[in-house]
Nanobody, 113 residues
């Protein structure tokens, strides 16, 4: 079973950008779908973006045009580039192989002035 470790979170002002990384313990070449999720305090975890083997991607409507998910098979890493961040996107961000069976520590993203 592949282990995933998230990094790249931090404090950013509204309108700013962050790039999150999801590093895998082994090759992700044959994994069909890897996604980023987020969970804000008091809210349920929600799907943000999905990377599909072969190059396909999918996004929740609220992040379309601002977030980009990408997969680097050579580095066994999935990235989430987040631009024009909003305060309501403050959350812990997690990555997972779909369907998720377990969760890592996540990485905290705080959008605040």
């Amino acid at each position: 079973q592949v282990q995933l470790v998230e990094s790249g979170g931090g404090l950013v002002q509204p309108g700013g950008s962050l790039r999150l990384s999801c590093a895998a313990s082994r090759s992700i070449f044959g994994i069909y779908a890897i996604s980023w999720y987020r969970q804000a305090p008091g809210n349920q975890r929600e799907l943000v973006a999905t990377s599909i083997s072969g190059g396909g991607t999918d996004y929740r409507n609220s992040v379309k045009g601002r977030f980009t998910i990408s997969r680097d098979n050579a580095k066994n890493t999935v990235f989430l580039q987040m631009n024009r961040l909003k305060p309501e996107e403050t959350a812990i961000y997690y990555c997972a192989v779909d369907p998720p069976r377990s969760w890592g520590q996540g990485t905290q993203v705080t959008v605040s002035s």
